[in-house]
């Protein structure tokens, strides 16, 4: 799944004419899915990957794009929360602790990014 950045908008859902993590007109793969239980729907997409760095991936308001294609992962998932709320994304990503590791820098967090990114980034038509 591919998404166009078409607005730039602050967590409060106004728009800005920067932002430090995304750029207008610029396509996105979609890594994963979320609906919090206030009805918001978010992306969740890397914003920046640089040769021997840790990629940034971070959620954003679907607001912010436009869909480009809706093809779905094989890996994809959903999982239902309590709360109402749900995700889709990768099974290794939703039904484990994998984001708190990632965002703590866990080594074997970022290999089980790049297995999915990999597979996600290869079944794209």
Not at 25 to 37: A, P, Q
Not at 42 to 49: D, G, L, P, Q
Not at 74 to 101: A, D, M, V
């Amino acid at each position: 799944m591919k998404v166009k950045c078409i607005k730039l908008l602050k967590a409060d859902g106004k728009e800005v004419e920067f932002s430090p993590s995304l750029t207008l007109g610029k396509e996105y793969h979609v890594l994963s899915i979320s609906y919090d239980s206030y009805g918001k729907l978010y992306y969740r997409i890397v914003t920046s990957e640089r040769e021997g760095k840790w990629p940034h991936m971070s959620l954003h308001s679907e607001k912010c794009f436009e869909l480009v294609t809706t093809f779905v992962p094989s890996s994809w998932h959903l999982k239902i929360y309590q709360n109402k709320g749900f995700s889709i994304g990768p099974k290794t990503w939703i039904n484990s602790s994998f984001y708190e590791n990632f965002y703590d820098g866990e080594p074997s967090a970022l290999h089980t990014f790049y297995e999915e990114y990999k597979k996600i980034l290869s079944e794209e038509p």
